[in-house]
């Protein structure tokens, strides 16, 4: 039987057909004059589909008190449902095409059986979930110690924070000496020293850092200048009329950093199968994902001091972790800021002062 690039959705996929460069009639969607393949040849990618589910045990995957026909689902929908692999126009075709390829990988197999996600036990929680709790923990409970000690509480803490240490060393970003940075400051300043960061008494809570702890807020002016210029503006929120000014910054030595401005999504589940431990990889890769978002959510000015507790636990462990800094995405504009821990790693180079002609709005309505 075979198939063509057009039962699949999913890039990768599509790709391996059209390596086979081979034109013909497609058995399952019944398209024609396209790039087809012999199904059985596919199969092979589909071991991670194994790795990924299981099949339903009371016990294993699922509490002895969950019922069975709402805790399971049908294997292709639950490995479709997530990603979208099938193209969807004929979906009666495509179970076909999709059971196919799973007989032809392993015939030993009941696939028609209920199916859940494979993790190793029912207590299992996925670090979002354990990130979550904690952050919850630190923000309601007890900012210092989360954790009760012995309890099962604080075994769910070392483990996500063994996987955000994981996170942050796959994130790592090294600048070289004489990095370009720029740091805006509201006013009319002369002095180079005027643009560093204030003294601890009256340095204010920011996403990075609580309040008394000095750092450098500082944006990347290694790409786009235009664009660094705007972000390091929009970062003080200058009001309209007002003078800003901008200080070059170059950084005097080889920094490391954790880099949370972007990362590699796992976009097809077939890149997973280059992994020994699939799910872990996927887990991982889901809790950088939210990292990177929750920093460049764009948060209100009354809810700040609550809501950067999280973000600024994050920042204290890369500290911890003898980084430099960390990046992220700016929430307002399209640059991207370091925060620098120790400000002797810059040299202040000079002052250019700007004044705020008028400010763009960009707005979108509320629908109820
Ligand atoms: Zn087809």
């Known amino acids: 039987m075979y198939c063509c690039e057009n039962c699949f959705k999913d890039d990768f996929l599509i790709e391996v057909v059209e390596s086979y460069d081979e034109i013909g009639k497609c058995d399952y969607c019944n398209s024609e004059q396209v790039f087809i393949v012999d199904m059985n040849e596919l199969s092979q990618y ?3 589909v194994k790795k990924l589910y299981k099949p339903l045990m009371i016990g294993e995957n699922i509490t002895p008190d969950d019922n069975i026909l709402h805790a399971g689902e049908k294997l292709f929908d639950l490995f479709n449902d997530s990603w979208e692999v099938f193209y969807g126009f004929d979906p009666d075709a495509e179970e076909e095409l999709f059971y196919d390829l799973m007989n032809s990988l392993d015939s030993t197999e009941d696939y028609q059986q209920l199916y859940a996600k494979g993790q190793d036990d029912y207590y299992h929680r996925d670090s979002v979930d354990l990130w979550n709790s904690l952050s919850q923990k630190l923000t309601k ?3 210092f110690f989360p954790g009760r000690q012995g309890q099962h509480g604080q075994e769910e803490i070392d483990n996500i924070i063994d996987i955000t240490k994981s996170v942050f060393y796959q994130q790592e970003f090294k600048i070289k000496k004489g990095y370009k940075l720029l740091r805006a400051r509201i006013g009319e300043f002369y002095n180079l020293d005027e643009l560093s960061s204030p003294p ?3 340095i204010s809570v920011g996403r990075a850092n609580p309040v008394g702890i000095r750092m450098l807020y500082c944006v990347s002016n290694e790409e786009d200048k235009e664009i660094a210029l705007e972000t390091a503006i929009a970062e003080v929120r200058a009001p309209a009329s007002s003078t ?3 200080a070059d910054i170059r950084t005097n030595k ?10 590699e999504r796992i976009e097809s589940v077939f890149e997973l199968n280059q992994y020994a431990d699939p799910i872990a990889e996927l887990d991982r ?3 950088t ?3 990177v978002s929750s920093l460049s959510k764009p948060i209100l000015e009354d809810t700040a001091q609550i809501e950067y507790i999280s973000t600024q636990y994050l920042t204290a462990l890369a500290e911890h972790l003898n980084f430099d800094g960390i990046m992220f995405r700016s929430s307002i504009a399209k640059g991207i800021n370091f925060v620098i821990f120790d400000e002797q790693n810059c040299d202040f180079w000079k002052l250019n002062r700007y004044k705020i002609e008028g400010l763009k709005y960009s707005i979108r309505e509320l629908k109820l």
């Open 46 to 48: 589909f071991g991670i």
């Open 254 to 263: 080889d920094l490391t950093f954790v880099n949370l401005s972007d990362f």
């Open 141 to 143: 409970q007890n900012r």
């Open 200 to 202: 601890e008494n009256i």
């Open 285 to 287: 890769n889901q809790l």
């Open 244 to 246: 800003v000014t901008v």
């Open 289 to 291: 994902s939210h990292y």
